[in-house]
């Protein structure tokens, strides 16, 4: 990954307000209910497609690319945003939104759009992200490591099946996978913590073998610095705490 140096951090300033700008001109003429997630999460993905990602918008099938397993579909719309600043598919079809037959739809489909590596719908696709981290290990053709990110929300963990990757993933050692957990302990109906608690998360996390960091998702330096220092981490999957 590449310094992030003051004139990079403006440059993804810029992009991060146009991909903003794209969202409440386009994506919001529809009825959202998780526009603030959604916006609160624009400064990471810019991050990550301009900065960190090893991808290829005109190659989204290039086999050494990183991977980006969005596992909190509801924030969706930034994503689609993102991707089309990006190149993966023209800006104008963003006003297809949740239209039959459009590309961008209430949750990603590959099938329908590039760059795209699951079907979504359901939360818990940290399982998937490990399970392909472990396919990429088996492929011994590889060039290089590639880093698979799985973005997810801390209600998420109240889900046994993710708690079953995380085991797996720590015993597997995947140095190269990276959760990134947004922690706000809200969800539809009140506190986390007054539905199914899961403290002491961090506890946890470092009993199943896992490096644990922490950062502001609205900070590209903060963030830049903690992606770094996953991507450094040998023999242990990392997991990055963002607010």
């Known amino acids: ?24 001109g386009n994506l919001f003429a529809v009825e959202q209910e998780c526009t603030t997630c959604s916006l609160g999460v624009v400064d990471f993905l810019t991050l990550l497609y301009f900065h960190v990602l090893k991808h290829d918008p005109k190659d989204p099938e290039w086999k050494e690319r990183d991977r980006l397993i969005l596992s909190s579909d509801h924030i969706c719309l930034a994503l689609y945003a993102t991707m089309a600043h990006a190149g993966y598919f023209p800006v104008e079809k963003l006003k297809t939104l949740r239209k039959f037959g459009s590309r961008p739809q209430d949750y990603p489909t590959r099938a329908f759009l590039p760059g795209i590596k699951k079907n979504s719908g359901l939360l818990g ?44 993933a720590g015993r597997e050692q995947l140095h190269n996978l990276v959760a990134i957990i947004g922690r706000n302990n809200i969800q539809t109906g ?18 199943f073998n896992w490096h644990v960091l922490n950062a502001s998702i609205n900070d590209f330096d903060d963030m830049d610095n903690a992606i770094g220092q996953a991507q450094s981490v040998f023999a242990k999957p990392t997991v990055i705490f963002v607010q």
Not at 17 to 22: F, M, P, S, T, V
Not at 190 to 207: A, C, R, S
Request: a negative charge; one cysteine or more; charged letters at 35%.
């Open 1 to 24: 990954m590449n310094y992030l140096h003051s004139d990079k951090i403006k440059e993804l300033e810029v992009k991060s307000d146009e991909i903003r700008k794209l969202m409440t």
């Open 125 to 168: 696709s940290l399982s998937q992200a490990v399970g392909m981290t472990i396919a990429d290990r088996m492929d011994h053709k590889r060039s290089r490591d590639k880093f698979f990110y799985c973005l997810l929300g801390d209600k998420e963990l109240q889900e046994d099946q993710n708690w079953e990757a995380i085991s797996l």
């Open 190 to 207: 009140g506190l986390k913590e007054n539905t199914i608690p899961f403290e002491p998360v961090v506890d946890k996390f470092e009993e």
